[in-house]
């Protein structure tokens, strides 16, 4: 068989422009697959104790209430009391 010069030449550059191709392809679809560099990576995370030791749990008042909005006050069961929140009654518990 004989290859013409300009052949020979368009099929070197294919060869040779390949895996640039390639690698654009993958960088376009970089949500469907991820090409490591082979590099390393250095991950560095800071651990420090807190000052507080526990103190802030004590310090937290503990307040549930209801998920109401009324424009009175309201008569709540007994362990509960009536609280206003901005414009709002509800009923609370410690």
Known sequence: ?????????????????????????????????????????????KVSQSPMNGAFHKAVKDELCWLICASDELECPDDWYSKKQGECWTCCKE
């Not at 368009?10 to 991820?34: D, R």
């Open 1 to 45: 068989m004989k290859y013409s010069t300009a052949t020979i030449i368009v099929l070197a550059q294919g060869i040779f422009a390949a895996p640039s191709f390639l690698n654009k392809i993958g960088h376009n679809n970089s949500k469907a697959s991820h090409q490591s560099t082979g590099g390393d990576i250095t991950l560095s995370i």
